[in-house]
């Protein structure tokens, strides 16, 4: 009597168990959660300051631009309180002199340097003269 053996049938699917197909999901909902998690951890939730694009521009030229623009929207011969409450709200800390105000601000730089912006406001009868603006970036 001659053994006789079953021809194997024709299978559907992938071919993998169901228990390893499980196991496969699970490792990949895991590496998606992780990947997920990262991400919204490393997120920056701070807004940008309306001081970077004047930083980017170098201690010359951003203090130059910052002149420049502060000038053009409030031009000598304004009252001071509108443009102290603008500077406050950039972030300086803004305190008056014998002649006029002094507004200050300072953030972190690159290299745990710090970034300096100093705004000097010349007054004549309660009315802004002058406008100085310096930036400077260094060692903290």
Same mark, same amino acid.
């Given at each position: ?42 997120? %920056? ?65 690159? %290299? ?12 004549? %009868? ?15």
């Amino acid at each position: 009597m001659a053994r006789q053996t079953a021809e194997p049938s024709a299978t559907t699917g992938l071919g993998l168990q169901r228990e390893t197909l499980v196991r496969g999901g699970l490792v990949g909902l895991l590496l998606v959660l992780a990947v997920g998690g990262i991400a919204w951890l490393g997120a %920056d939730p701070a807004p940008p300051s309306p001081l970077e694009g004047y930083r980017r521009m170098g201690p010359a030229a951003g203090g130059a631009a910052l002149q420049r623009d502060l000038l053009r929207e409030f031009p000598p011969g304004t009252p001071p309180a509108p443009l102290v409450r603008r500077l406050e709200g950039m972030g300086f800390a803004c305190l008056p002199a014998s002649e006029g105000w002094r507004c200050t601000h300072a953030a972190p730089g690159e %290299d745990r340097r710090v970034w300096r912006a100093e705004l000097v406001l010349g007054l004549e %009868d309660g009315a802004l003269a002058r406008l100085e603006a310096r930036m400077a970036e260094g060692a903290p």
